[in-house]
């Protein structure tokens, strides 16, 4: 799903057309970053960005209820969007693993993007055991089985946010590497230096073969809400760049 | 159908490999010799793992009227595995230990792909031995086998 991220990032947070729609799957994708990089809002950006697109219901999968939905730009366009969402809770790994081991008897129209925040809420045993292959293995079962009932054209794709560890332990990053063999696409987001009454985050996408490495600015204001900006490049050259004002997007 | 990409599914080659044996299969003709140590080469022990796994027919294809399918392999202990047929995935203990704690795979000659499970290896394998019994290299697979099993 990694261009639906950039394509999340790269209009800065508002809805704008696409780049060439890809007409094949897009290969799944790990959201990464530590306590409070700002996953969920971006998880969220790409599930409204998605909704626009006029496919199936979006999937959205966290073990605990948002608690306040990530604002961004373009809000007038959200409440058509979010009726496309469809949240579920798994209380537990086991009630996870049951709804993913169920998914091909829900009727219905298949969803074309399949969510999960907080996959490491759900690895509660060693990270040497078995579970975070399985889990992982079978959130890719579910949706390939999502893209088959789908058809032709872009399946369903998957996006999982992770949180991580920012000084973690070797088993832990042998889960992390465990984990990113199964998910070939990952953002990175990591904590930026602050600026007045700001949250910033630098987000970099690998797109695990498919696409260039980019990089964006993510800045989350007081109020909560979320600006997207190319992240300025080497040369220094920002003023270049067509959204390289934080002020918000048209 | 999978949305696996690519670092997921067995390398093109051993696509082929697979490809051209089953395609051997299906015409009632002799699976050529190569094609036999091709596989003893690029999935070692493995192969002859799976092959005997064709043999004991303890690879079972379950599939649900939604289309959704998943792979159940009777392993020598008894005991059922689940292997899943979209990603490399098998509930054994083997496939945790080589796949999953090691670094690199038994593949790593063919690229960074972890290795076939066993039991994706038999299903591909059960078009081809249906038709082993009527085949004239039975006698040398079975000789092949052997002489491959008592070099390990």
């Known amino acids: ?250 | 159908m999978a949305v696996a990409a690519r670092a997921l599914t067995l390398p093109a080659v051993v696509e082929e490999l697979l490809s051209e044996m089953a395609a051997a299969a299906r015409d009632g003709a002799p699976i050529p010799d190569e094609h036999l140590l091709s596989l003893k080469f690029v999935f070692g022990s493995s192969a002859i793992q799976a092959l005997d796994l064709v043999d004991r027919q303890s690879v079972t294809l379950i599939s649900s009227p939604s289309g959704r399918r998943v792979y159940q392999v009777l392993g020598s202990s008894g005991r059922t595995y689940v292997c899943l047929a979209s990603c490399h995935y098998c509930s054994c203990p083997a496939f945790a230990f080589s796949v999953l704690r090691k670094g690199d795979s038994l593949l790593v000659r063919m690229g960074r792909a972890p290795p076939p499970t066993a039991a994706e290896l038999g299903e591909r394998l059960r078009a081809l031995v249906a038709s082993f019994k009527s085949c004239t290299k039975w006698g040398f697979y079975y000789m092949w086998k052997q002489i491959v099993v008592s070099s390990l």
């Open chain 1, 1 to 250: 799903m990694a261009e639906t991220l950039r394509r999340v990032l790269n209009s800065g947070g508002a809805a704008g057309p696409g780049e060439e729609n890809t007409a094949e799957a897009e290969p799944p994708l790990l959201l990464l970053g530590v306590h409070g990089s700002g996953k969920t809002a971006l998880l969220f950006a790409a599930a409204l960005e998605a909704a626009g697109e006029g496919r199936g219901p979006i999937l959205f999968l966290t073990r605990r209820p948002l608690q306040s939905l990530p604002r961004r730009i373009g809000a007038a366009l959200e409440p058509l969007r979010l009726q496309k969402i469809r949240f579920q809770y798994p209380p537990s790994t086991r009630e996870l693993l049951r709804l993913l081991c169920s998914a091909h008897e829900t009727r219905g129209p298949a969803p074309s993007l399949l969510l999960l925040d907080g996959l490491e809420e759900y690895l509660t045993e060693d990270p040497g055991s078995h579970e975070a292959a399985y889990l992982a293995a079978l959130l890719l079962d579910t949706a390939a089985h999502f893209s088959h009932r789908v058809g032709s054209g872009r399946g369903c794709g998957l996006i999982v946010a992770l949180q991580t560890q920012e000084e973690g332990d070797s088993a832990t990053a042998l889960q992390l590497a465990l984990l990113q063999r199964y998910f070939p696409a990952q953002c990175w987001l990591q904590p930026d230096a602050p600026g007045p009454g700001q949250h910033c985050l630098r987000a970099c996408l690998e797109p695990g073969g498919l696409g260039a490495r980019a990089e964006w600015r993510v800045t989350f204001r007081q109020d909560g809400e979320m600006t997207v900006t190319p992240w300025p490049t080497q040369a220094g050259d920002t003023s270049l760049h067509k959204g390289s004002s934080s002020g918000g997007q048209p």
